[in-house]
Nanobody, 121 residues
Framework: QVQLVESGGGLVQPGGSLRLSCAAS????????MGWYRQAPGKQRELVAT???????NYADSVKGRFTISGDFAKNTVALQMNSLKPEDTATYYC???????????????WGQGTQVTVSS
């Protein structure tokens, strides 16, 4: 089993910055990728950013140029630096990790509990 714990959420004014962090623990031998999704009230969960074990990154168009994802796969951690925040960034942010099974190679997606980000004046 794998557990993910997020931290760093909170209330910030428009134009401000926050840094989210996520740490994975448990039965982990390797991780293929980590990333962040978010879900606002009344909306579907959407991808924000991902990073692979190798450094390849992918961002939603709405956050390109404002958010930066980074990972340390030796420590099973990932972070999301969020700058120039807008009210539409308000959502619950969820960390995920793609963890292959040691014996079968089957890939499992694990999710954190979520951390709230509110952008408001």
């Amino acid at each position: 089993q794998v557990q993910l714990v997020e931290s760093g959420g909170g209330l910030v004014q428009p134009g401000g910055s926050l840094r989210l962090s996520c740490a994975a623990s448990g039965s982990i031998f390797s991780i293929n990728a980590m990333g962040w999704y978010r879900q606002a009230p009344g909306k579907q969960r959407e991808l924000v950013a991902t990073i692979t074990n190798g450094g390849s990154t992918n961002y939603a168009d709405s956050v390109k140029g404002r958010f930066t994802i980074s990972g340390d796969f030796a420590k099973n951690t990932v972070a999301l630096q969020m700058n120039s925040l807008k009210p539409e960034d308000t959502a619950t942010y969820y960390c995920y990790a793609d963890v292959p099974d040691l014996y079968t190679g089957y890939e499992h997606d694990y999710w954190g509990q979520g951390t709230q980000v509110t952008v408001s004046s």
